[in-house]
C-alpha cells in the first residue's frame, strides 16, 4: 500500500499544466513514465539525491491508468487531490456548471452511510 | 503596544473571485446576495482602520506537502506572491503579490517558541487561496501588509481541535504585546461542513446544515467550551471529509477569547457549502 505515492503522482501532476494534459490524453504512457522517472525524485530538493523504494501496487497503478477516480478514493488517495486534478481532466466533458464534480459525488454514493476510506499516509 | 483592531473569522470560498468580476448578466441567481454580504462584511475591517493584517489560513497542499509537513507555519518574507497555477485554473484565481512584515514575523516566531508552539517558518512563502480570499473580500485594494500562518487541517495525523484555540489565544497575548503602534487586524479563515471528493460534494447546500448551524452559534458566541465538547477529530470527518477546516474557526475563536460575542454576524446558504462572516472588536481597541 502506497497511499503517499498515489497522492505525490496527483500531486506533482496537478501543478504542472504539460503534465495534467498529458496524463488527460495519454494515462498509460504518463503512469509508466512517472513511475519509472519520476516517482523517487526528492521533491523541493536538489536533484543529486533519490528515494531507493518507492513504487505502487498493482490496483493503484491500474486505478491511475484507468483515471478510476472511485477507485482512487477507495484506496484512500486524498480526496482534495484527486478532486482537483480530475475536474482538470474532465469537467470540459460536461455542458452543465459542476456537472462533472456532480457525476463524480454520484459515482461514490455508495460510501453514503459507511466510513469513508481512511486517506492518512503513508 | 500594537492594538488589536477587529478580528475576523469567515469561510473562504474560491468561487467569489470569479462569481463578482464576471458580466452583470451571466452571474448565477446567488451572486447579487453573496455580493452584498461580502460588501456588508468588508465594511467591518474598514472601519477598524487596521495598518497590517495576520491572515490565518491552510496551504491546500501547494507548497507544504507530504515529505516535511509542518502543523503550525508562520511566513517570515517581506514579500508573499500569491495564489498558483490550479487556483488560476479551476477558480480563475488572479496571482497576486502582497507585502509582508519582518518585524512582527519574528515577534510571533519567537514569542510563540518560547510559549511553547514549535511554529515552523518560511522565508520565501507562495501564498494559496485561504488567505487570498479574505484580501479579494475584505480589503480587494490589498495595500496593507501581511503575516500569514498556515496550520494543518489537511494532512493527517492533525494537531487537536484544543491545540487550535491555544495557538488562537496565545496568537492574541503575542499581537498584544508587540512593540508597534500599529493597529493589526487578525483574519482567519475555515469551513463550516464541506465535502471535497466525497459523495456529499458540491450539493445544493453544504452536506451538514445541522453541524452548520450549531458551529454559527458557537462561533458567534464564543463558545469554545461547547464547541469542544462537540468535536473531535474523528467527529470532525461526519459533517463532511473536509470538515476539519473548522478548527481555524475554533484558531479564531481563541484569538477572539472564551465568551467573546461576535459584534457581526452574518451567513448565506450556498451551494456547496454554507458561508459564514464574523467580526469582533476587542474593547481596548
Redesign the interface.
Known sequence: MSKYLLDKFLYTIDRDPELVERYRTNPVETVTWWEDEYARKLLNCHSGEATTWLAFEEAERLALVNQDYAALFELGAHPFLTLTLFIALFERDYDEPLGFQLAYANALQGWLGRPYPDFSTP | MAKIAAIIASTHHPFFYRTSTMPVDQRPAFAEEWITKVAAFRETLTTARPDLLVLVGSD???QL????MPQFLVGNAPVYDAN???EE??FGMPKMVLQGNVELSNHILRSGLDLGFDLAFSNELRLDHSVTCPIITLRPQNDLPVVPVYTNI????LPQPERFVALGRALRQIVERWESKLRVAIIGTGHLSLE????????PHGPDSEFDRAAVEWIASGDVETALANIDLDML?KPG??THGFMDFLLMMGVAGEGAKADYVDSLDL?HTMEAYFTWYPKEA
Open positions: 491546500h497542499f501547494h506537502w507530504l515529505d516535511n498558483w497555477y490550479n485554473r479551476e489537511f494532512a493527517p495525523p471535497l471528493g466525497g459523495p456529499r460534494q458540491f450539493g470527518a471529509n473536509a451551494f
